[in-house]
């Protein structure tokens, strides 16, 4: 439960820093792609590097989190095609909607009540991805 | 100095503090949680949750994977205290006349809020990844496949901006 609430709060900055920044603007999405401004790759440069900059102090020192626990940094699986045709079908998503998940949720808390179709949508598209999974390259 | 500082927080961010304030989350969910940022999983755990008849992709105990929904159940409350306590002013979000209610009427409103939907959840799963989980996450984790997924993502984004949206919009 700990984590959870920890969780939730983490949540809150979270969605308040997407909106301030402006990452979850349609407006600044399409900006992106069509290269008008430095604006979404600053944010998203910056970000990784201080995301490999934790991930370095990680592994550096061996830093735990919170209790003791030991951080496990093993990332997922490769599955190279997944990843290439997925994230073609994604951008093509993203562009279109302006929104990739943390948006939507961070836009609907904000008022933007029409962003609980894109939503739907996206969770029909998961459900849609489990019930043809086994007939995709992977 | 307390008004200044609280004008400046309510003022658009610069691109530094808001890559500085989103790449902050990484060690926040890493140190306070011990997980790793990603938001697109929670779709899947949505529809585990919430489906009746299910694929064995979406059979699994999503209760273990509690820790997201209360992460998605925060990002609605943040969005909410951004837009009512923290702006200054009315910003350029996105265009009304394309995502409103009336517009689900509309083939436009469709392809934006529909398809546009649909194919962030279906990629997004297919992937196994989005924007946080690979761009952010996995860059960081230095994973040459979180790489091919950006690719991929700058591929289908930039074919919509530059070869799809001219044709639809007035």
């Known amino acids: ?41 600053g944010i998203m440069g910056t970000a990784v590097a201080i995301g490999a900059g934790t991930v370095w102090l990680v592994q550096r020192f061996g830093m735990r989190a919170l209790g003791g626990e030991a ?45 609980l179709v894109v939503l739907l949508s996206a969770l029909a598209g998961t459900y849609a991805y489990g019930l043809v999974r086994e007939r995709l390259p992977h | 100095m307390h008004r200044a500082l609280l004008d400046l927080v309510r003022g658009p961010w610069p691109w530094w503090a808001g890559g500085i304030a989103i790449g902050a989350v990484v060690p926040l969910l890493l140190f306070l949680a011990n997980r790793h940022f990603g938001v697109s999983s929670t779709l899947r755990h949505l529809c585990a949750a919430c489906v009746p008849a299910k694929p064995a992709f979406l059979r699994y105990d999503w209760r273990k994977e509690s820790w997201s929904l209360f992460f998605a159940a925060g990002l609605v409350a943040g969005g909410w205290i951004a837009q009512h306590w923290l702006t200054s002013g009315p910003r350029d979000v996105m265009p009304l006349e394309l995502f409103s209610f009336q517009a689900l009427g509309t083939p436009r409103g469709i392809l934006f809020m529909v398809v546009g939907g649909f194919l962030v959840g279906f990629g997004s799963r297919w992937a196994n990844g989005c924007t946080s989980g690979h761009a952010i996450m996995g860059l960081s984790l230095r994973r040459p496949a979180s790489l091919v997924a950006v690719l991929g993502f700058f591929a289908g984004g930039l074919f919509v901006t530059w070869l799809v949206l001219p044709a639809v919009l007035p």
């Open chain 1, 71 to 115: 951080i496990e940094l093993a990332p997922k699986p490769a599955q190279y095609k997944a990843q290439l045709l997925g994230g073609i079908v994604f951008g093509l998503g993203w562009s279109l909607s302006g929104a990739c998940p943390g948006p939507m949720y961070s836009l609907i808390g904000a008022g933007f009540l029409p962003l």
């Open chain 1, 1 to 41: 439960m700990r984590r959870n609430l920890v969780a939730l709060a983490i949540g809150v900055y979270f969605g308040i820093v997407l909106l301030k920044s402006e990452a979850a603007y349609w407006t600044r999405i399409q900006e992106m792609f069509r290269f008008g401004s430095i604006h979404m790759y």
